[in-house]
Structure formats: C-alpha cells, structure tokens
C-alpha cells in the first residue's frame, strides 16, 4: 500500500514548479492533495487532472496564503471534505530582488510577507486539526539564501533564515504533540523564480556547483516527501539542504 495512502496534505503554491513537483509526489504515494495557489487558476486545475490521471485526489484551492481568513476559509474546506490534515507543506514563495539601498518598503514587506508570515498563518490554522490527531507533519521550503545571504536578496534571506528560526521554534512546541516540524533549504532549481536571476549569475553557480546543473523541482520534492513521511518520526526541527552540493562544509 502506498505510504500515505488515507492522508490528507496541503501545498501551498504548489500551482507551478517546487510546489507542483511536491503535490505529484504526495498524491502518487497515496495523499488526497490540496493545490494552493494564488491566481494561476489554469495551472492548479492541470495539476489537479494530472493526479486525477494518475488515480490519485485532489482539489485546487485559490487563497493567498498571507490572508488569515483565506487561509482560515482553505482550512474549513478540507477539514469540511475530509476531516483531517496530515500534513501541510509551506511552499508558497517569491522574489523582489534589490540591493538595500534601492530595496522598497514593498519589496521588503511582500517577500516577509509571502515567504515567512504566510507559514506562521497556515501553521496556526492547521496545528489544532494536527494535535487533535496526535500527528502531523509540516514542512517548510526554505532557501540557501537563508543560510548564506545573497546580494541584492535581503528581504528574501530575512524571510528564509525567519523560516528556519520558525521551524525550530514550532518544532520544539509540538515535539510531544506527535507532530514534526523541518525544513528544505534548496539551491537553484529550474523554475519560474530561476528565470529572475540574472544570467552572469546563473553562468557562475553552475561552475561553483559540483554536479554541474541546477536543480530539479523533483529533486527538491523528494527531500520534503520524506520529512513529510511517517518514515522521518525522530527528525525534528532539521533543516535539509538540497544544492547538488553548493555549500557543503
Ligand atoms: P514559482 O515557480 O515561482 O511558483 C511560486 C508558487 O507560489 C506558485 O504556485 C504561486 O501561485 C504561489 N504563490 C505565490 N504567492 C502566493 C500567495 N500569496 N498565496 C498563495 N500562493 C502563492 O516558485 P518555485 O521556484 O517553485 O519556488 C517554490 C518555493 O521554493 C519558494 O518558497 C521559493 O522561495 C523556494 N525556493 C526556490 C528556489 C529556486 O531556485 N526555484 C530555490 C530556493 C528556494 P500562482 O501560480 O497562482 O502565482
């Protein structure tokens, strides 16, 4: 029987690439997955046929994931449709890049917004359903950028390393509650938010990483299906990186 066959997982962002990678990967060990995404209706519902395809369940679900009650309203439906949540995948990032001192209030404030208060929202809406079933699992899509820096990212490696501080934090609080809380800390991977990084800076990674290649989503999809799995029960509060060995030690 497929390992998560009975249980019940939302992605957010999971319309397009990492999220994308992580909802098929989900749905094809056996999970009824709910595809979040902000607007890109047409993709969500095409990731929704393809599990359909494939035999397994899911519904697309359109709610920005920095609005409480949205994300409040996400929560109701499944729990409505299903009764349960096992685990919730907090995916749902972008960029708006800028050196600090041309770095907007806007910038700064969307990029906190989406990539790290987002989290603290889904994981407050989902963590009651959790804890109630002694059970869960939460993973959150961080990013290299949380553990180096990068230039002109300020905004973003504020919000990703918050990510990581956050998922120790929570991790720590639910540790007896049955409920496990880690991070992925991708490198460059072959998505949407890859095509904004410039192209000196893409032509330098690839000869920095030792594999030689950026990343695929499914690669990255792989790492969080396992911290989502029963299989990861005495992993807390880690976070995997997964760079084809960009910064290893
Ligand atoms: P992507 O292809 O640009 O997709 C972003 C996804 O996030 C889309 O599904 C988008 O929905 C959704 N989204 C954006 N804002 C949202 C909001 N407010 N509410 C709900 N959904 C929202 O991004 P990606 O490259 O797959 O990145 C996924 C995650 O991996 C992000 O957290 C990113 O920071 C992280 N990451 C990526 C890389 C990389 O190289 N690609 C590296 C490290 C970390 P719509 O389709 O509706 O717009």
């Not at 595809?35 to 519902?45: D, E, K, P, R």
């Not at 409920?179 to 410039?198: F, H, K, Q, R």
Request: charged fraction near 15%; glycine fraction near 10%.
């Amino acid at each position: 029987m497929p390992e998560l066959q009975g249980q019940v997982a939302i992605v957010t962002g999971a319309s397009r690439g990492i999220g994308k990678a992580i909802a098929l990967g989900l749905a094809e060990r056996g999970a009824s997955v709910i595809i979040n995404y902000q607007s890109n209706a047409q993709s969500a519902a095409e990731v929704v046929s393809a599990i359909e395809a494939a035999g397994g369940s899911a519904i697309a679900y359109a709610a920005d994931v920095t609005v409480e009650t949205e994300v409040a309203a996400m929560v109701e439906e499944v729990i409505g449709r299903w009764g349960r949540i096992d685990i919730l995948v907090n995916n749902a990032g972008v960029t708006r890049d800028n050196l600090i001192h041309r770095l907007k209030d806007e910038q700064w404030e969307a990029v906190i917004e989406i990539d790290l208060t987002s989290a603290f929202v889904c994981c407050r809406a989902v963590l009651p359903w959790m804890q109630s079933r002694r059970y869960g699992r939460i993973v959150n899509v961080s990013s290299l950028a949380g553990l180096t820096g990068n230039v002109g990212q300020a905004n973003y490696a504020a919000a990703k390393m918050g990510l990581i501080a956050l998922t120790k934090a929570l991790a720590r609080e639910v540790a007896t509650d049955g409920i496990t809380v880690n991070a992925v800390a991708p490198g460059y991977i072959e998505t949407d938010m890859l095509e904004s990084v410039p192209a000196w800076l893409r032509t330098w990674a690839l000869d920095v990483i030792p594999v030689g290649r950026f990343g695929r989503p499914e690669e990255v999809a792989s790492a969080v299906i396992f911290l989502a799995s029963p299989a990861a029960s005495y992993i807390i509060g880690h976070t995997l990186v997964v760079d084809g060995g960009w910064v290893m030690p």
